[in-house]
């Protein structure tokens, strides 16, 4: 039985998931302390979605235990319920309810009793004031994304699980979202969230990485790249394009990637990445080191798992 | 927030949200209100006509100038439409079974000499009654054509026996249809066709649809209990069903000339178990449906046995058992029963229960097992 430690929202240990005789989720361990944002990361198919559907109690786990809200995730989902917020990956609203009428509908089903003022209030934090009227299937991604944030935090949960929040939503729109998230954390609601842009990763204050139903890699961003070991190498000079392949066969390099003008070279082996860039010491090239990026770092990660190098480091929160 | 609040405020909240649905969904309202009177009017009309010229033979067992005129005079009523003689009794039945002909009429041999008698012979009209609206209106025609016979014969050869009462009997043999349906059974019996059919349609595709559009995620995260989400579903609907028990009853009553004899309030209040039931059937397909499409197939076979084994298409007691015990097991059996007891009979309570009894029965059953099948979560 897991102990049941107040300072984290979620504390799970061996959640397992099959669907027919794939295992999408492979006993995966995860501890969120409360009041912080948790980036929960990975590619497509590595069982982001189908643990948190297993934290908020929407799926059975075939193994594993644990507590969320410092509620049993196995016994006490309904419980689980009434205290979280899960905004879906795919828009879970009624497309032919207006704005206001989806968040009606919402906090009445959470019992709430002043449904009118909370539905007000909802409108005006998150600037759908004017738009409470129009058709929710009528809003654009950004403003759906607002209304579905606002739906699943108008019964004021203790923690929220995003799935993919800002997937299809314009810079500008990502960016008051995210405001708005840390807002949200910074009055103490514990906010886990899942996201394709790296950019947004730095946003976390703590992150796990998963792959292929596992957790790879996890602490704060910082530690993540670090324990990744991957070194990075920035190449300014002329015909980069025909210099990339060439660089990307030579052995232990994790990725070449072109950013604009110049070729960014990383590796996670230091002596290869030397190597590599001492056969281009013709003068022609101009070098420098860079952090690498966590697009580099995660690729490094992925890879990892994909070669079964059990040699990855997790790093201490 | 009170706990009398937080009893309602969920099931609440799923009412308004269905009615606001329907409100915007002009497909589906469309559908809960057009298509019963489409198939009231199809139905109705298609059954009620009036058929004429129907296909008839003839088993004469005499062969004077009574019953040529007997023969001619049926034929003059447009109802009958004499195919052939038949030689015996046995050649009729095996037209009549096979569907050959609709009426078989067997004229015995001492019908000229009675007639002329006075002593009233009979005459036997077999009709082929598993349409029962084709014979009604023939057979009261045979009796019509005493009056063209009387008339005829009164100039001709047998005016000898002028002044005496004269005329003949007719038999009538309504076959395969021991209930002796008439053809006022086919309109109320569409009040529980047309209900069981969208009822059980709109709740099947209210909830899949749930799942197609991906709302049913985020209401499965939402704390409501399997009951609520099912009343939420069922509770808007039973309005829509009573809207159209009153089309179908308004129509019935001016449209069709169908004679109300009992008590709409006992229909009213019957009527809404049974429209629960269907509701109710229609949610426990939709735990299963993957999509909207396949809700409505699940919803097709049970449909079908319920239209053909009720006793809407093919009367009850002319079922073979096997099809009685499934029929037996189908809400549409005993409403159809309480329904026509109603409207043509003016049952009451006392004669209705026993047909309620099963259906509440069965609304227990699917209620608990749409309960049970109803899953909470995504697996």
Redesign the interface.
């Known amino acids: 039985m897991a102990v049941n430690d107040a300072t984290l929202a979620i504390d799970v240990h061996g959640l397992t998931k099959r669907f027919g005789d794939k295992t999408v989720v492979k006993g995966i361990d995860l501890q969120v302390p409360k009041g912080i944002i948790f980036g929960f990361l990975g590619p497509n198919g590595s069982g982001k979605t189908t643990s948190i ?1 297993m934290m ?5 786990p075939d193994a594993g235990e644990g507590m969320v809200l410092g509620l049993n995730v196995l016994t006490q ?2 419980e689980i ?2 205290r ?1 917020g ?1 905004m ?1 990956q ?8 207006s704005v206001a ?1 989806n968040l ?10 002043d449904v009118g003022d909370r539905v007000a209030r909802a409108l005006a934090e998150l600037g759908l004031a004017h738009r409470s009227t129009q ?1 929710a299937g009528t809003l654009s991604g950004g403003w759906k994304q607002r209304l579905a944030l606002a ?1 699943c935090m108008i019964h004021e949960p203790d923690l929220l699980m995003l799935d993919e929040p800002t997937a299809g939503v314009d810079p500008e729109a990502r960016r008051a979202f995210w405001n708005e998230i840390h807002e949200l954390a910074a009055r103490g609601v514990t906010v886990l969230v899942t996201t394709h842009y790296m950019d947004e990763v730095e946003r976390c204050h703590e992150i796990a990485y998963l792959s292929e139903g596992r957790i790879v890699a996890r602490g704060t961003p910082k530690t993540v790249a670090r324990t990744s070991g991957l070194k990075a190498v920035s190449i300014h000079g002329p015909d980069l394009m025909a210099l990339a392949p060439r660089l990307r066969m030579l052995p232990g390099i994790t990725s070449v990637a072109a950013l604009g003008a110049e070729l960014v070279v990383s590796s996670a082996d230091a002596d290869a990445l030397t190597a590599a860039v001492a056969s281009l010491e013709d003068g022609r090239y101009r070098m420098t080191e860079v952090d690498p990026t966590f697009e580099d770092v995660f690729v490094e990660l992925t890879r990892r798992v994909g070669t079964g190098d059990k040699n990855h480091g997790e790093a201490a929160a | ?2 706990p009398w ?2 009893a309602w ?2 099931l ?3 009412i ?2 269905e009615f ?2 329907m409100r ?2 002009r497909m589906t309202f469309a559908m809960m209100i057009a298509l019963p009177l489409m198939q009231l009017l199809l139905f109705g009309y298609a059954i009620n006509t009036d058929p004429k010229a129907l296909p008839t033979v003839i088993v004469a067992g005499d062969s004077g100038p009574v019953t040529r005129d007997l023969i001619s005079a049926l034929q003059t009523t447009g109802y009958f439409k004499i195919t052939g003689m038949a030689d015996g009794p046995a050649e009729a039945d095996r037209m009549l079974t096979r569907g050959y002909v609709q009426f078989a009429i067997t004229i015995p041999q001492d019908f000229e000499r009675k007639y002329a008698r006075g002593e009233r012979p009979q005459i036997l009209i077999e009709g082929d009654a598993t349409d029962p609206s084709a014979i009604s209106g023939a057979v009261s025609a045979a009796n019509l054509a005493q009056n063209w016979l009387v008339d005829g014969a009164t100039k001709g050869a047998l005016a000898f026996a002028e002044g005496r009462p004269r005329g003949f009997e007719v038999v009538v043999h309504r076959r395969y249809n021991p209930e002796n349906i008439t053809q006022y059974n086919i309109v109320p019996g569409l009040i529980g066709v047309i209900l069981s059919q969208t009822m059980m349609i709109i709740t099947s595709i209210a909830v899949s649809r749930e799942r197609e ?6 209401l ?5 209990r399997p009951l609520e989400v099912m009343l939420g579903k069922i509770i808007p609907y039973i309005l829509v069903g009573y809207v159209q028990v009153a089309i179908i009853l308004v129509a019935a009553r001016y449209v069709f000339q169908v004679p109300i004899q009992g008590s709409i309030l006992l229909l009213s209040a019957m009527t809404i178990i049974f429209i629960a039931v269907n509701l109710a059937v229609g949610f426990l397909f939709s735990t299963r449906a993957k999509t909207q499409l396949q809700a409505v197939q699940m919803v097709f076979f049970f449909f079908l046995p319920s239209i053909l084994l009720s006793g809407f298409m093919f009367p009850f007691r002319g079922m073979p058992q096997w099809a009685q015990w499934i029929g037996s097991a189908l809400p549409l059996t005993h409403y159809l029963r309480i329904v026509r007891g109603i409207i043509l009979k003016g049952s009451g309570i006392g004669d209705l229960y026993i047909h309620l009894l099963p259906m509440t029965g069965l609304l227990v059953v699917i209620v608990v097992g749409a309960l049970l099948w109803y899953r ?4």
Do not use: H, N, W
Not at chain 1, 104 to 112: D, E, G, I, K, Q
Not at chain 2, 213 to 218: I, K, M, P, Q, S
């Open positions: 559907r908020c109690g929407l799926l059975t989902a309904p319920k009434r979280i899960y879906t795919r828009f879970s609203l009624y497309e032919d309810l009428e009606s509908f919402v906090a009445r089903t959470y019992c709430m009793s058709l739906a | 927030m009170s609040g937080c405020s969920p609440r909240a799923l308004i949200k606001i649905q915007r969904d559009r991906g709302t049913l995620e985020a499965l995260v939402m704390p409501l909470r979560t995504l697996d």
